[in-house]
């Protein structure tokens, strides 16, 4: 199968990024949730030109499989629906009505940073909505993967590091969303201490090395941005029973702008920025380029 770095080569790349979300062990909270996927979210597909070469990447399907599996590990009762207002008519069945965007997506490749590593980022935002349709809270998240260039692995290895990403974020939605205010508001029952999941550390990818990669940097994106994003923590790997995401970061800290010049400058400081899994499967913090 040919990288996506031998493709680029060759003219335009499209890719279809693919969901490898393992079931997630994490205890059902004793509510029910309608869940509006919008358009733009499951039809969503990044594009965009650099150094001549046009890329595309289908998101939509991946994550709409990854958001819909989640809620409902998460929750007694999901109510799919077509709308934030078709979801008020199940009020008396529903504690909140949730609706997921993404906010950015962006990539680096071998031949950006020059390092042997495919990196990738997708920063998610959920809007969370009273039974009756009223906005209530917002609470924004952000997924991590990388690939070797050259790896043991089946896909082309920027799909395997967007696979990661998306894998990441969906530890941390898992994980530290019924630690958000706006969730013990809507569904007083939602005791964090009861969603520690029995759950496996992803192992690290095979077919990392000791070398580090470079950071996404910042790209345009076709979905809008709706609100601050409240950042989480963050976890990649192979595939394994979905795992806690680390506390790296604060469930509350607020987000600002990626930054794509320096490093994290302490654990709280997390942007827009990949990083490879240690031998246990943590994820570590990025030095700054040489």
């Not at 062990?25 to 499951?42: C, H, N």
């Not at 998306?166 to 969603?195: C, H, T, Y």
């Not at 994106?221 to 609100?227: A, K, Y």
Request: charge should be negative; hydrophobic fraction near 35%; include cysteine.
């Amino acid at each position: 199968m040919l990288s996506a770095a031998a493709l680029a080569a060759c003219g335009p790349v499209h890719l279809v990024a693919k969901s490898d979300i393992p079931q997630p062990l994490v205890q059902k909270l004793p509510a029910g949730v309608a869940l509006y996927v919008p358009t733009e979210f499951s039809q969503y597909v990044h594009k965009e030109e650099r150094s001549g070469t046009k890329w595309q990447i289908e998101l939509g399907k991946a994550q709409t499989e990854t958001i819909t599996r989640l809620v409902n590990a998460m929750f007694e009762q999901v109510i799919p629906v077509d709308s934030v207002n078709d979801a008020t008519t199940h009020a008396n069945e529903i504690k909140a009505i949730l609706e997921p965007s993404v906010e950015e997506f962006a990539f680096v490749t071998p031949r950006d940073a020059g390092s042997p590593y495919f990196a990738v980022s997708i920063k998610y935002r959920l809007n969370v909505y009273s039974p009756d349709g009223k906005l209530a809270d917002s609470w924004g998240f952000t997924g991590y993967g990388t690939a070797q260039a050259q790896g043991v692995i089946m896909d082309d290895p920027l799909i395997h590091a967007t696979s990661l990403a998306m894998r990441d974020a969906g530890a941390k939605f898992a994980v530290e969303f019924r630690e958000q205010p706006m969730v013990r508001d809507l569904i007083p029952n939602a005791d964090p201490e009861s969603a520690t999941a029995a759950v496996t550390k992803p192992a690290a990818d095979a077919s990392k090395t000791n070398d580090t990669p470079a950071k996404p940097e910042t790209t345009t994106q076709d979905s809008s941005t709706q609100g601050s994003p409240t950042e989480g923590s963050s976890t990649q790997g192979s595939a394994a029973p979905l795992a806690t995401a680390s506390p790296r970061a604060s469930p509350n800290a607020d987000s600002t702008q990626p930054d794509t010049t320096s490093p994290p400058a302490n654990d709280n400081d997390q942007r827009n920025t990949a990083a490879p899994a240690d031998a246990s499967g943590t994820a570590q913090p990025v030095p700054p380029n040489q």
